[in-house]
Protein backbone atom coordinates (compact mmCIF):
# COMPACT_ATOMS: atom_id res chain seq x y z
CA UNK A 1 0.00 0.00 0.00
CA UNK A 2 1.42 3.33 -1.04
CA UNK A 3 1.11 6.79 1.24
CA UNK A 4 2.50 9.78 1.90
CA UNK A 5 2.15 11.40 5.23
CA UNK A 6 2.45 14.52 6.04
CA UNK A 7 3.59 16.73 9.19
CA UNK A 8 4.68 19.90 10.28
CA UNK A 9 2.10 22.19 9.98
CA UNK A 10 0.88 24.70 12.76
CA UNK A 11 -0.34 28.12 13.73
CA UNK A 12 2.54 30.73 13.52
CA UNK A 13 2.47 34.35 13.98
CA UNK A 14 3.55 36.40 10.52
CA UNK A 15 7.74 36.13 10.34
CA UNK A 16 7.34 32.71 12.00
CA UNK A 17 8.88 29.39 10.27
CA UNK A 18 7.41 26.05 9.83
CA UNK A 19 9.35 22.82 8.43
CA UNK A 20 6.54 20.37 6.78
CA UNK A 21 8.06 16.89 6.17
CA UNK A 22 6.27 14.23 3.78
CA UNK A 23 7.33 10.25 4.68
CA UNK A 24 6.54 8.15 1.95
CA UNK A 25 5.72 4.33 2.38
CA UNK A 26 5.12 1.37 0.39
CA UNK A 27 6.73 1.46 -3.24
CA UNK A 28 6.78 4.71 -4.28
CA UNK A 29 9.19 5.32 -7.17
CA UNK A 30 12.71 6.96 -6.90
CA UNK A 31 12.09 8.53 -10.13
CA UNK A 32 8.98 10.75 -9.18
CA UNK A 33 9.03 14.35 -8.40
CA UNK A 34 8.12 14.65 -4.85
CA UNK A 35 6.32 17.95 -4.60
CA UNK A 36 4.33 20.79 -2.61
CA UNK A 37 0.41 22.08 -3.41
CA UNK A 38 -1.62 24.14 -0.97
CA UNK A 39 -5.39 25.20 -0.79
CA UNK A 40 -7.42 27.36 0.99
CA UNK A 41 -11.33 26.74 0.58
CA UNK A 42 -12.94 28.76 -2.13
CA UNK A 43 -9.89 28.63 -4.43
CA UNK A 44 -7.91 26.17 -6.71
CA UNK A 45 -5.18 24.54 -5.40
CA UNK A 46 -1.69 25.66 -6.19
CA UNK A 47 1.28 23.92 -6.94
CA UNK A 48 4.16 25.37 -4.18
CA UNK A 49 7.02 23.71 -4.65
CA UNK A 50 8.84 20.78 -6.90
CA UNK A 51 12.37 18.16 -6.78
CA UNK A 52 12.97 16.17 -9.27
CA UNK A 53 14.74 12.97 -9.12
CA UNK A 54 17.64 14.90 -10.45
CA UNK A 55 17.55 17.42 -7.72
CA UNK A 56 15.96 20.47 -10.14
CA UNK A 57 13.47 22.54 -7.68
CA UNK A 58 11.22 25.01 -8.86
CA UNK A 59 8.85 27.19 -6.80
CA UNK A 60 5.63 29.08 -7.35
CA UNK A 61 6.81 33.20 -7.64
CA UNK A 62 4.97 33.91 -4.50
CA UNK A 63 7.80 31.59 -2.29
CA UNK A 64 10.78 31.96 -3.80
CA UNK A 65 13.10 33.45 -1.28
CA UNK A 66 11.26 31.87 1.57
CA UNK A 67 10.71 28.42 1.35
CA UNK A 68 13.15 25.48 0.46
CA UNK A 69 12.24 22.23 -1.02
CA UNK A 70 14.39 19.16 -0.26
CA UNK A 71 14.51 15.61 -0.39
CA UNK A 72 16.21 12.87 1.56
CA UNK A 73 15.92 9.62 -0.73
CA UNK A 74 17.33 7.06 2.27
CA UNK A 75 13.94 8.35 4.26
CA UNK A 76 12.25 8.25 1.14
CA UNK A 77 11.24 11.90 2.88
CA UNK A 78 10.85 15.49 0.77
CA UNK A 79 10.41 18.69 2.96
CA UNK A 80 9.69 21.94 2.71
CA UNK A 81 11.19 24.96 5.14
CA UNK A 82 8.91 27.57 5.25
CA UNK A 83 10.33 30.98 6.59
CA UNK A 84 8.99 34.54 7.09
CA UNK A 85 5.51 33.12 6.70
CA UNK A 86 2.92 35.23 5.42
CA UNK A 87 -0.68 35.09 6.38
CA UNK A 88 -1.47 34.58 2.84
CA UNK A 89 0.94 31.35 3.34
CA UNK A 90 -2.57 30.07 5.24
CA UNK A 91 -3.99 26.86 3.97
CA UNK A 92 -4.10 23.15 3.83
CA UNK A 93 -0.88 22.00 2.80
CA UNK A 94 -0.37 18.43 0.50
CA UNK A 95 2.22 16.46 -0.43
CA UNK A 96 2.34 14.31 -3.70
CA UNK A 97 4.43 11.93 -5.59
CA UNK A 98 4.35 12.94 -9.39
CA UNK A 99 5.52 10.69 -12.39
CA UNK A 100 7.60 13.44 -13.94
CA UNK A 101 11.18 15.00 -14.03
CA UNK A 102 12.32 18.07 -15.60
CA UNK A 103 9.32 20.03 -14.81
CA UNK A 104 8.87 22.47 -13.08
CA UNK A 105 5.88 23.18 -10.87
CA UNK A 106 4.05 25.37 -12.52
CA UNK A 107 3.90 23.14 -15.40
CA UNK A 108 3.25 20.13 -13.37
CA UNK A 109 0.06 22.01 -11.58
CA UNK A 110 -1.08 22.45 -14.78
CA UNK A 111 -1.23 18.65 -15.87
CA UNK A 112 -4.31 17.78 -14.62
CA UNK A 113 -3.75 14.06 -15.78
CA UNK A 114 -0.90 14.23 -13.89
CA UNK A 115 -2.27 15.26 -11.12
CA UNK A 116 -5.05 12.51 -10.85
CA UNK A 117 -2.77 9.61 -11.15
CA UNK A 118 -0.20 10.70 -8.70
CA UNK A 119 0.17 9.65 -4.76
CA UNK A 120 -1.32 12.32 -2.58
CA UNK A 121 -0.89 13.13 1.24
CA UNK A 122 -3.90 13.79 3.59
CA UNK A 123 -2.92 17.44 4.03
CA UNK A 124 -1.30 19.44 7.02
CA UNK A 125 -2.85 22.47 7.75
CA UNK A 126 -0.96 25.65 8.42
CA UNK A 127 -2.07 29.04 9.46
CA UNK A 128 -0.45 32.37 9.27
CA UNK A 129 -1.37 35.38 11.43
Known amino acids: HVQLVESGGGSVEAGGSLRLSCVAS????????RTWFRQVPGKEREGVAA???????SYVDSVKGRFVISRDNAKNTHYLQMNNLKPEDTGMYYC????????????????????????WGLGTQVTVS
Open 96 to 119: AALGATGLPISTLAANHRLLAVGI
Open 26 to 33: GDVPSSYA
Open 51 to 57: IDSMGQI
